[in-house]
Nanobody, 123 residues
Framework: QVHLVQSGGGSVQAGASLRLSCAAP????????MGWFRQAPGKERELVAA????????VLSESVKGRFYISKDNDKHTLYLQMNSLRPEDTAVYYC????????????????WGQGTQVTVSS
């Protein structure tokens, strides 16, 4: 079983920044597209951001473009989600995920998941 270990998150005021981290095993980190999903209460899980196995290509949902950034630290085998200018509608449980593919093509390709971390943004 692949373990993706998340850290970060918390409760902040609107306009603040947070960074989420996701540590992955080397084999997973170096051979998988990786991404961040979120699920708000009463809503379906949605893709927030994804990056290819090498980190050269990224995808962001329209709702976070210009505010959130996804990146990989190859030395630390860690995936990050930098979240700036947070809004109350960003409140959700955020999940790190790894894909069975090298490049992001379909959210259904993600088959390994972190434990989830709560992000709460108050107005």
């Amino acid at each position: 079983q692949v373990h993706l270990v998340q850290s970060g998150g918390g409760s902040v005021q609107a306009g603040a920044s947070l960074r989420l981290s996701c540590a992955a095993p080397l084999r997973t980190f170096s051979s998988s597209a990786m991404g961040w999903f979120r699920q708000a209460p009463g809503k379906e899980r949605e893709l927030v951001a994804a990056t290819s196995w090498i980190g050269s290509e990224t995808v962001l949902s329209e709702s976070v473009k210009g505010r959130f950034y996804i990146s990989k630290d190859n030395d630390k085998h860690t995936l990050y989600l930098q979240m700036n200018s947070l809004r109350p509608e960003d409140t959700a449980v955020y999940y790190c995920a790894a894909s069975s593919k090298l490049y992001y093509t379909d959210p259904r390709d993600f088959d390994k998941w972190g434990q989830g971390t709560q992000v709460t943004v108050s107005s």
